[in-house]
Protein backbone atom coordinates (compact mmCIF):
# COMPACT_ATOMS: atom_id res chain seq x y z
CA UNK A 1 0.00 0.00 0.00
CA UNK A 2 0.71 3.41 -0.60
CA UNK A 3 2.69 5.12 1.73
CA UNK A 4 2.96 9.43 3.01
CA UNK A 5 6.35 10.59 0.77
CA UNK A 6 8.56 13.09 2.04
CA UNK A 7 11.20 14.51 -0.03
CA UNK A 8 14.07 15.25 1.22
CA UNK A 9 14.97 12.87 3.23
CA UNK A 10 18.37 14.35 4.32
CA UNK A 11 18.90 18.94 3.94
CA UNK A 12 21.70 20.39 5.50
CA UNK A 13 21.42 23.90 6.00
CA UNK A 14 23.47 26.81 6.96
CA UNK A 15 22.01 29.45 9.75
CA UNK A 16 19.66 32.30 8.10
CA UNK A 17 19.30 29.99 5.25
CA UNK A 18 15.73 28.88 4.17
CA UNK A 19 14.48 25.28 3.26
CA UNK A 20 11.71 23.56 1.94
CA UNK A 21 10.18 20.33 2.86
CA UNK A 22 7.86 18.49 0.68
CA UNK A 23 5.13 15.98 2.15
CA UNK A 24 2.72 13.51 -0.22
CA UNK A 25 -0.09 12.08 1.57
CA UNK A 26 -1.50 8.39 0.99
CA UNK A 27 -3.45 9.15 -1.88
CA UNK A 28 -7.19 9.82 -1.16
CA UNK A 29 -6.21 10.90 2.01
CA UNK A 30 -7.20 14.94 2.70
CA UNK A 31 -5.75 16.01 5.85
CA UNK A 32 -2.00 16.89 6.58
CA UNK A 33 0.03 17.04 9.99
CA UNK A 34 3.58 18.48 10.14
CA UNK A 35 5.43 17.29 13.09
CA UNK A 36 8.60 18.75 14.55
CA UNK A 37 10.99 15.82 16.88
CA UNK A 38 14.44 17.06 18.40
CA UNK A 39 16.71 14.34 19.64
CA UNK A 40 15.46 12.70 22.13
CA UNK A 41 12.53 14.31 22.17
CA UNK A 42 8.50 13.30 21.18
CA UNK A 43 7.07 14.50 18.07
CA UNK A 44 6.02 18.36 18.58
CA UNK A 45 2.50 19.11 16.40
CA UNK A 46 2.98 22.08 14.08
CA UNK A 47 0.61 22.49 11.69
CA UNK A 48 -2.51 20.68 9.63
CA UNK A 49 -4.20 20.98 6.51
CA UNK A 50 -7.72 20.02 5.06
CA UNK A 51 -8.81 20.19 1.99
CA UNK A 52 -6.09 22.87 1.48
CA UNK A 53 -7.23 25.39 4.37
CA UNK A 54 -4.93 25.66 7.55
CA UNK A 55 -7.08 23.49 9.98
CA UNK A 56 -4.95 24.21 13.25
CA UNK A 57 -2.13 25.42 14.17
CA UNK A 58 0.76 24.12 17.34
CA UNK A 59 4.20 25.10 18.19
CA UNK A 60 4.95 26.10 14.49
CA UNK A 61 7.44 29.56 14.76
CA UNK A 62 6.40 32.64 12.44
CA UNK A 63 9.96 32.08 10.93
CA UNK A 64 7.84 28.78 9.44
CA UNK A 65 4.42 28.59 6.83
CA UNK A 66 3.19 25.92 4.91
CA UNK A 67 0.36 25.10 2.59
CA UNK A 68 -1.62 22.43 1.25
CA UNK A 69 -1.80 22.36 -2.47
CA UNK A 70 -4.85 21.47 -5.16
CA UNK A 71 -3.08 17.92 -4.97
CA UNK A 72 -3.22 17.57 -1.66
CA UNK A 73 0.72 17.59 -0.83
CA UNK A 74 2.19 20.20 1.26
CA UNK A 75 5.24 22.17 1.77
CA UNK A 76 6.94 23.32 4.90
CA UNK A 77 8.61 26.49 4.27
CA UNK A 78 11.27 27.98 6.89
CA UNK A 79 13.68 30.64 6.61
CA UNK A 80 16.56 32.28 9.07
CA UNK A 81 16.81 28.78 9.89
CA UNK A 82 18.45 28.22 13.55
CA UNK A 83 20.62 25.65 14.71
CA UNK A 84 17.58 24.55 16.97
CA UNK A 85 15.44 23.59 14.10
CA UNK A 86 17.79 20.96 13.47
CA UNK A 87 15.04 17.92 13.68
CA UNK A 88 13.28 14.99 12.07
CA UNK A 89 10.31 16.67 10.54
CA UNK A 90 7.46 14.39 10.29
CA UNK A 91 4.45 14.66 7.86
CA UNK A 92 1.36 12.54 8.58
CA UNK A 93 -1.76 12.17 6.30
CA UNK A 94 -5.25 10.95 7.47
CA UNK A 95 -8.85 10.63 6.50
CA UNK A 96 -11.17 12.64 7.57
CA UNK A 97 -14.46 11.32 8.72
CA UNK A 98 -12.76 7.92 8.83
CA UNK A 99 -12.76 5.52 12.27
CA UNK A 100 -10.23 7.51 14.45
CA UNK A 101 -8.90 9.89 11.98
CA UNK A 102 -6.33 7.45 12.63
CA UNK A 103 -2.35 9.37 11.37
CA UNK A 104 -0.14 7.69 9.18
CA UNK A 105 3.56 9.35 9.47
CA UNK A 106 6.15 9.54 6.11
CA UNK A 107 9.67 8.76 6.60
CA UNK A 108 10.60 12.16 8.12
CA UNK A 109 13.34 14.80 6.56
CA UNK A 110 16.21 14.89 8.70
CA UNK A 111 17.01 18.90 8.76
CA UNK A 112 20.47 19.81 10.04
CA UNK A 113 21.78 23.40 10.43
CA UNK A 114 24.99 24.37 10.88
CA UNK B 1 3.20 19.07 33.34
CA UNK B 2 3.07 17.35 30.56
CA UNK B 3 -0.25 16.44 28.54
CA UNK B 4 0.42 13.03 28.23
CA UNK B 5 3.04 11.22 30.77
CA UNK B 6 4.48 7.66 30.50
CA UNK B 7 6.65 5.92 32.51
CA UNK B 8 10.26 6.44 30.05
CA UNK B 9 11.74 2.84 31.14
CA UNK B 10 13.89 1.56 30.13
CA UNK B 11 11.48 -1.91 30.12
CA UNK B 12 14.05 -5.17 29.64
CA UNK B 13 12.14 -8.16 29.56
CA UNK B 14 12.80 -11.82 28.34
CA UNK B 15 11.47 -13.64 24.96
CA UNK B 16 8.04 -14.65 25.70
CA UNK B 17 7.49 -12.52 28.59
CA UNK B 18 3.77 -10.55 28.87
CA UNK B 19 5.10 -6.58 30.06
CA UNK B 20 2.54 -3.57 30.02
CA UNK B 21 2.63 -0.26 29.65
CA UNK B 22 0.60 2.68 31.17
CA UNK B 23 -0.15 6.32 30.06
CA UNK B 24 -1.97 8.78 32.19
CA UNK B 25 -3.44 11.86 30.13
CA UNK B 26 -4.26 15.16 31.35
CA UNK B 27 -7.80 16.56 29.10
CA UNK B 28 -10.97 14.73 30.12
CA UNK B 29 -12.44 16.00 26.89
CA UNK B 30 -10.13 14.04 25.12
CA UNK B 31 -10.99 12.09 22.11
CA UNK B 32 -9.20 9.78 20.53
CA UNK B 33 -6.53 7.67 21.93
CA UNK B 34 -3.76 5.79 19.94
CA UNK B 35 -0.45 3.29 20.56
CA UNK B 36 2.37 4.18 18.53
CA UNK B 37 5.46 2.03 18.30
CA UNK B 38 8.79 4.55 17.11
CA UNK B 39 12.28 2.67 16.39
CA UNK B 40 15.30 4.68 16.58
CA UNK B 41 15.58 7.28 13.82
CA UNK B 42 12.33 5.93 12.22
CA UNK B 43 8.55 7.39 12.10
CA UNK B 44 6.20 6.89 14.44
CA UNK B 45 3.86 3.87 12.98
CA UNK B 46 0.56 3.12 14.37
CA UNK B 47 0.29 0.25 16.30
CA UNK B 48 -3.29 0.52 17.08
CA UNK B 49 -6.12 2.61 18.28
CA UNK B 50 -7.68 2.59 21.46
CA UNK B 51 -11.26 1.50 21.99
CA UNK B 52 -13.58 2.64 24.99
CA UNK B 53 -14.37 -0.71 25.36
CA UNK B 54 -10.72 -2.05 24.98
CA UNK B 55 -9.46 -4.13 22.17
CA UNK B 56 -7.19 -6.54 20.92
CA UNK B 57 -5.01 -7.29 18.07
CA UNK B 58 -3.46 -10.76 18.38
CA UNK B 59 -0.23 -9.95 21.00
CA UNK B 60 -1.29 -6.49 21.60
CA UNK B 61 -4.38 -5.65 23.97
CA UNK B 62 -5.51 -1.80 24.66
CA UNK B 63 -7.69 -0.90 27.36
CA UNK B 64 -8.95 2.55 28.34
CA UNK B 65 -10.01 3.98 31.68
CA UNK B 66 -11.60 7.87 31.35
CA UNK B 67 -12.14 7.88 34.36
CA UNK B 68 -8.99 7.38 35.47
CA UNK B 69 -7.84 9.05 32.45
CA UNK B 70 -5.18 6.20 31.94
CA UNK B 71 -4.67 3.98 28.46
CA UNK B 72 -2.66 0.61 29.27
CA UNK B 73 -0.88 -1.56 25.99
CA UNK B 74 -0.39 -5.17 26.96
CA UNK B 75 2.08 -7.10 24.72
CA UNK B 76 2.39 -10.88 25.31
CA UNK B 77 4.66 -13.89 24.64
CA UNK B 78 7.29 -10.46 23.59
CA UNK B 79 9.53 -11.04 20.58
CA UNK B 80 12.71 -9.47 19.77
CA UNK B 81 10.90 -7.33 16.83
CA UNK B 82 8.80 -5.70 19.48
CA UNK B 83 12.28 -3.94 20.80
CA UNK B 84 11.54 -0.02 20.44
CA UNK B 85 9.60 2.81 22.02
CA UNK B 86 6.38 2.56 22.63
CA UNK B 87 4.44 6.20 22.46
CA UNK B 88 1.02 6.90 23.98
CA UNK B 89 -0.83 9.31 21.62
CA UNK B 90 -4.08 11.53 22.59
CA UNK B 91 -6.04 13.89 20.67
CA UNK B 92 -6.60 16.02 23.28
CA UNK B 93 -9.04 18.80 21.32
CA UNK B 94 -11.17 16.67 18.48
CA UNK B 95 -8.94 18.68 16.02
CA UNK B 96 -6.84 15.73 15.54
CA UNK B 97 -3.43 17.64 16.77
CA UNK B 98 -2.09 14.43 18.62
CA UNK B 99 -0.15 14.70 22.05
CA UNK B 100 2.60 12.61 22.32
CA UNK B 101 3.86 11.12 25.05
CA UNK B 102 8.08 10.73 25.43
CA UNK B 103 7.45 7.13 24.79
CA UNK B 104 8.50 3.98 26.63
CA UNK B 105 11.73 2.10 25.82
CA UNK B 106 11.19 -1.86 25.54
CA UNK B 107 13.79 -3.75 24.97
CA UNK B 108 13.00 -7.85 24.43
CA UNK B 109 16.17 -9.96 25.40
CA UNK B 110 16.89 -13.17 23.73
Known amino acids: AAGVIQSPRHLIKEKRETATLKCYPI?????VYWYQQGPGQDPQFLIS???????DKGSIPDRFSAQQFSDYHSELNMSSLELGDSALYFC?????????????FGPGTRLTVT | RKEVEQDPGPFNVPEGATVAFNCTYSNSASQSFFWYRQDCRKEPKLLMS???SGNEDGRFTAQLNRASQYISLLIRDSKLSDSATYLC???????????FGTGTRLTVIP
Open chain 2, 50 to 52: VYS
Open chain 1, 92 to 104: ASSLRGALSYEQY
Open chain 2, 89 to 99: VVDQTGANNLF
Open chain 1, 49 to 55: FYEKMQS
Open chain 1, 27 to 31: PRHDT
